[in-house]
């Protein structure tokens, strides 16, 4: 079946900018999480979604992240006022329930900001 | 919160020959531990995983063991070959609930020369 999928693949933004990051989780899976891939460095937690609640957000580096699930499927992740330190890829992973802990993976976003 | 390092950064290994990836992790209630693949530009892809209730599990080529005691775990490769080459990552979460974000090492390169 379908995977992960996330949109779009690349985004260039000049600083300041506001961007908007999709994820369509795998169809049923209730969990979703958010991370962020810095080049040549291991993924990084940013949120978890358990249906349309949004249980974690440790891992949001700053009051210009925000990310929201609305339905309890799609995902979007939000960056106000884009900076170059944000400059990565982000993964979106999914899981079909909230005891597995089994995350299937999105191809990512890679977000540059100029 | 958890802290997952991961050694050696970077590994060559001639076509057939085994390879070894070793990580530790900090947090003693850890119970989860994933290995994901990534090739370059790619989704991570899990290819095994482990939980605290085993030592050691094992999948064709694949293998990764586990000593609590010592808070390590290890990725196991036999035979290995050129489509092997990657980046691999290791991760540790607490598992269940809220509380299985993934904390990940910050990745190893397998170069499997032909």
């Known amino acids: 079946g379908a995977g992960v999928s996330q949109s779009p693949r690349y985004k260039v933004a000049k600083r300041g900018q506001d961007v908007a990051l999709r994820c369509d989780p795998i169809s049923g899976h209730v969990s979703l999480f958010w991370y962020q891939q810095a080049l040549g460095q291991g993924p990084e937690f940013l949120t978890y979604f358990q249906n349309e609640a949004q249980l974690d957000k440790s891992g949001l580096p700053s009051d210009r992240f925000f990310a929201e699930r609305p339905e309890g499927s799609v995902s979007t992740l939000k960056i106000q006022r884009t900076q170059q330190e944000d400059s990565a890829v982000y993964l979106c992973?999914?899981?079909?329930?909230?005891?597995?802990?089994?995350?299937?993976f999105g191809p990512g976003t890679r977000l540059l900001v100029l | 919160g958890e802290n997952v390092e991961q050694h050696p950064s970077t590994l060559s290994v001639q076509e057939g020959d085994s390879a070894v990836i070793k990580c530790t992790y900090s947090d003693s209630a850890s119970n989860y531990f994933p290995w994901y693949k990534q090739e370059l530009g790619k989704r991570p892809q899990l290819i095994i995983d482990?939980?605290?209730?085993?030592g050691e599990k094992k999948d064709q080529r694949i293998a990764v063991t586990l000593n609590k005691t010592a808070k390590h775990f290890s990725l196991h490769i036999t035979e290995t070959q050129p489509e092997d080459s990657a980046v691999y990552f290791c991760a540790a979460s607490l598992g269940g609930g809220s509380n299985y974000k993934l904390t990940f090492g910050k990745g190893t390169l397998l170069t499997v020369n032909p």
């Open positions: 482990i939980r605290s209730n085993v």
């Open positions: 992973a999914s899981s079909p329930v909230a005891e597995e802990e089994t995350q299937y």
